[in-house]
C-alpha cells in the first residue's frame, strides 16, 4: 500500500498561471501567440557574442552573491544618468535571477506573517502568492476601467498598523498606465513618518510612450529612501528567457534582502550577466526602445482600425487592452479561449489580474512582434 499524505496547499486557490495556459492552449490550436509577453524576434547577435566571449574565456563559475561588479556598475552609471540618483554598486545594487525572483526575495525579506501588503488590482500575477507564500495578507486597491487611475484616497484607507509593504508597478502590465510625479509625491506623503517599504516593480522602465520620462521610484528622494526598484533585461534586450534583472535599494534595505537572496538563489548566471554588462556601455540601446515599441503600439493601433475591437490608452510596456463588448457578450476567460481557437488569436483575459474575477470585459494583447506577426493577427481579428 503506497503512504498518502495530506496537502494542506499554502496556496489553495493557485492554479496554472494564466500566461503559461494560454501560450499552451495556443500552441495545441496553431493560434497566433498575442497572450503571454514576450517578443517573436532575436535579441542583438553583439549581445550573443558578448556572452559567449565570457564563456570561452573561462568566466564560467559562480558569479558573486550581488552580480558581477561589472554589470553592477554599469546599472549604477545607468540609473545615475536616467534618474539622478547614484547608488552604490557594491551595497546598493543587487542581480537576480530575473524580477519575479526580485520580487519575491524582497516579499520574503520584509514581510512577517500577518503583515498587510498594499497591491493594485488588476494586479500582476506573481505578487499575491508570493506574499501569502510568506503569510503575508494581500490588500487590494483598485486601478478602475477604463481609466485605471490609482485613488491615493482609497489606498490612505487601507494602512493600517499592520501594513508592511506597499507595491507599485509603472508602467504598469496589464493595464499600460503609468504613474507621474503627482502620484509619487501622492505615495510619499501617504508613507512618510511610517516604516512602509515600497516595491516599485519598474520591468518596462524603458517603453513609455509619446515623448513622457518615465517616473522612476529612484529619482524621487523621499521614496527612494524606502523602496526596492525592480527592473528586467528581459524586456529591455528581447531576452525574457535569460532571466536576469536587479533590484536597487539603499544600503539598509539591501543588507535584509540579500540576507534572503543569497540562500534562495545564491547567484545569477555569470557569462549572460557579463554578456549584458558590456553590451550596457552603448546606452542606445535602451533610449531607443521606447521608439521601437511605440512604432510597433501605432501599427497595431492602424491595422485594428476598422475592427469591432476598441482600443485602450497604451501609454507603456507591450501590452494593448482592448474591448470587445461588440464582438462577443462573453465573460472574458470564454472570450479568450473563444479568440484562441475560433479567430487563432491569443489574448490574455483581464481578470485573470482581478482577485475577485472582477471581469470589465478586456483582453490584452502583446505588440512584441514582427509586424508580419502583428499584420497576420489584425487580419484574423478585423473577421472577429
Ligand atoms: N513584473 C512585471 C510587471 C512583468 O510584466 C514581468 C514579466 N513579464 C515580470 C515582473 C517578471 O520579469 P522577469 O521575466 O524578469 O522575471
Ligand atoms: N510577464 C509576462 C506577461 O505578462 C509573462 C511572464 C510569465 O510568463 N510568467 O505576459
Known sequence: MTASIAVDSKLPWVGTTIFTVMSRLAAEVGA????????????????????ARAMREGRNQYAPMTGVPELRRAIADKVE????????????????????????TAIAAFVRSGDEVVVFAPVYDSYVPAIEAVGGKAVYAHLRFPEYRPDWNEVRGLITSRTRMIIVNSPHNPTGGSLDAADLDALADLTCNT??????????????????RHASLAAHRELAARTCVVSSFGKT???TGWKIGYLLAEAELMAEFRKVHQFNVFS??????????????????????????????DYFHSLLRGSRFELLPCRGTYFQLARYDAVSPLADREFAAWLTREIGVAAIPVSAFQPDGHDDRVVRFCFAKEEATLAAAAERLRRA
Open 32 to 51: 497566433i501567440n498575442l497572450s503571454q509577453g514576450f517578443p517573436d524576434f532575436q535579441a542583438d547577435a553583439a549581445l550573443f557574442d558578448a556572452a
Open 81 to 104: 544618468v536616467l534618474y539622478g540618483k547614484r547608488y552604490d554598486s557594491d551595497d546598493e545594487i543587487t542581480v537576480t535571477a530575473g524580477a519575479t525572483q526580485a520580487i519575491f
Open 195 to 212: 516604516d512602509i517599504v515600497v516595491l516599485a516593480d519598474e520591468v518596462y522602465e524603458h517603453i513609455v510612450f509619446d515623448g513622457v
Open 237 to 239: 534586450y528581447h531576452i
Open 268 to 297: 545569477v548566471n555569470t557569462p549572460c550577466q557579463l554578456g549584458i554588462a558590456e553590451y550596457m556601455r552603448d546606452a542606445s540601446r535602451y533610449l531607443q526602445l521606447a521608439a521601437f515599441y511605440q512604432r510597433k503600439r
